[in-house]
């Protein structure tokens, strides 16, 4: 089956400091991946996107890079702000066929002044 | 363009109540998805929709869950006879086609 495993939470950075949340992916046929970002109390919204094997998806400063060798789809951010702190969620779907989303477990973000 | 509107924001119900939640996709959206929420975890699929059609329901539970989404009006998800385990997060989110899905804000279901 389908399934994504995201790094235990909560991260804690200092502000300015370097992000990186493991994503890794399993999948029966060739998925999309994801990432979805949820602030307190809010739904998820978009965050960025990858189709294909090597595409980069960008947004807001972060970053994903869907490595087809590893199965992964890490986020990375340079420098994150106290306005990051959310939680963050990898999701896969298959693209062939109708697909609907696998998430992660979500990792937390907490960034402190 | 308004984004998934969801209502209520927040339910509360008594045990053995009925739950009733609305989801009204993005204008042109005719595929519904819900997805659930449990505490600590991350978002597991529940239904997927069409107009008038369910196109996939092989993460709802067995009983006590329905959803609907008519040719008129929001979709629905319903529960019945609620339980305390039945306290979540209720995402819906919609898309013109099987591709990208916008969530609404959610409904949070909290059973007393």
């Known amino acids: 089956g389908n399934s994504v495993t995201q790094m235990e939470g909560p991260v804690t950075l200092s502000e300015e400091a370097f992000l990186t949340i493991n994503c890794t992916y399993t999948?029966?046929?060739?998925?999309?991946l994801f990432w979805y970002v949820q602030y307190p109390g809010e739904g998820l919204q978009l965050l960025l996107k990858a189709t294909k094997a090597d595409d980069k998806g960008s947004n807001k400063g972060f970053e994903a890079t869907y490595r087809k060798e590893t199965t992964s789809f890490h986020l990375e951010k340079g420098s994150v702000q106290v306005s990051d702190s959310a939680v963050y969620f990898c999701a896969l779907k298959l693209s062939s066929g109708y697909s609907t989303l696998t998430f992660g477990k979500g990792t937390m973000l907490l960034v402190s002044p | 363009n308004a984004g998934v509107m969801q209502n209520p924001r927040h339910l509360v119900r008594r045990r053995g109540q009925e739950a009733r939640l609305r989801c009204s996709p993005m204008?042109?959206?005719?595929?519904v998805y819900w997805y659930r929420q449990l505490p600590e975890e991350g978002l597991k699929f529940m239904v997927y929709?069409?107009?008038?059609?369910?196109?996939?329901e092989s993460g709802m539970p067995k009983e006590r869950f329905s959803a609907e989404f008519p040719k008129e009006g929001p979709s629905i998800l319903r529960i019945q006879q609620v339980v305390r385990g039945d306290s979540a997060a209720y995402f819906c989110?919609?898309?013109?086609?099987?591709?990208?899905?916008?969530f609404g804000q959610g409904t949070r279901l909290t059973v007393v």
């Open positions: 929709l069409q107009k008038e059609n369910i196109i996939d």
């Open positions: 999948a029966t046929g060739y998925p999309s």
């Open positions: 204008k042109g959206h005719s595929h």
């Open positions: 989110a919609s898309s013109p086609d099987s591709t990208e899905a916008f």
